[in-house]
């Protein structure tokens, strides 16, 4: 029998389902001052952060709608100034949000928060938090201490993210599966959880695209995407996701996106070092094998699958390379196989 240790995470409660917003009463009960962090489009063309801000009622005490994409060192830094006396901070949004909110509660000494994930990324559960500086790169921390301790999924809180969006995010849920299980070695629970939540992706990422108004496969997409990532901290990243981030910081590339174009890829190079029967195992999970499954997700969910499409020069793949110490030659093939 295998040994080891499980570690878990801040997170104690999750709410999930249609109507799971309502929550966030109990969440902010005994609370002063909620500060809600979201971003310009959910905040100026939707409803939801206004929804927020009523559930919250006399204890709403601001908003801050600049985070952006990759969640630039600068907007953390605003953020955190008018959060200042907050006793319970709120996240609406997708990754950068919630990985901006959790820097900004490490920022004012751990306040309290609730994540409301609008796409899924899942950063809600994860203790790495990336945060760019303003050289283009990563420059974010791993802090324990900084995952919410409340996370609400509520379909109903994703009718307006953008179907690109929602779509990739699925795949970056998928890479957190697949890297997850692949890297993290073996795992009474994760080995569980992970294999479960790719199968569900794997089937529910079309039908969503289908029947994009569908609140109860959007509802079990949620779910599916917080079994790929549910005990982060057990569950090390590969070089699909690690490089998906200097992709996506330094050239702008959305961060689901990044995944489908480096997920294939990498997977074409894995399987070798991977003993057989857990690559038996990631095979049947996804239907097939793994790189020409995840790649045929890609094209059939019509979203982006090359680096070429984005302003990448192929010049600087070797220097992307190379900053992957005892990796260096692992890296330059699944960039070449990706561009």
Known sequence: MDKGTHEALRTRRVHFGPGSLDKLKDESEGREKAFVVTGRSLNE???????????????????????????????????????????????????????????VSRELGY????????????????????????????????????????????????????????????????????????????????????????????????????????????????????????????NPMGLSHNLGKRLGASYGIPHGVTSCITLAPSLGLAEDDIEPRRWRALSDALGGEPDGRVASLVLELGLPNSISEFDVPESDLEAIASEYEGQEDRALAILKRAY
């Open 45 to 103: 063309e939707t409803d939801l952060v206004r929804r927020v801000e009523g559930l919250l009622g006399g204890k709403h005490s601001g908003t801050c709608a600049g985070i952006s994409q990759h969640t630039p060192a600068a907007s953390v830094k605003e953020a955190a100034k008018l959060a200042a006396g907050a006793d319970l901070l709120v996240s609406v949004g997708g990754g950068s949000v919630i990985d901006g909110t959790k820097a």
């Open 111 to 234: 306040v309290a928060q609730v994540a409301v994930p609008t796409t899924l990324s899942v950063a809600e559960l994860a203790h790495l938090v990336g945060v760019t500086n303003n050289r283009g790169r990563k420059a974010g921390f791993v802090d324990r201490r900084a995952v919410p301790e409340a996370v609400i999924y509520d379909p109903q809180m994703t009718v307006h993210t953008p179907e690109k969006l929602w779509l990739s995010t699925g795949i970056r849920a998928l890479d957190h599966a697949v890297e997850g299980y692949l890297y993290g070695g073996p795992h009474p629970v994760t080995d569980v959880t992970v294999l479960e939540g790719m199968s569900r992706l794997m089937q529910l990422l079309p039908q969503s695209r289908a029947r994009p108004d569908d609140i109860e496969v959007r509802g079990e997409l949620q779910v599916a995407a917080w079994l790929s990532y549910f005990a982060p901290a057990n």
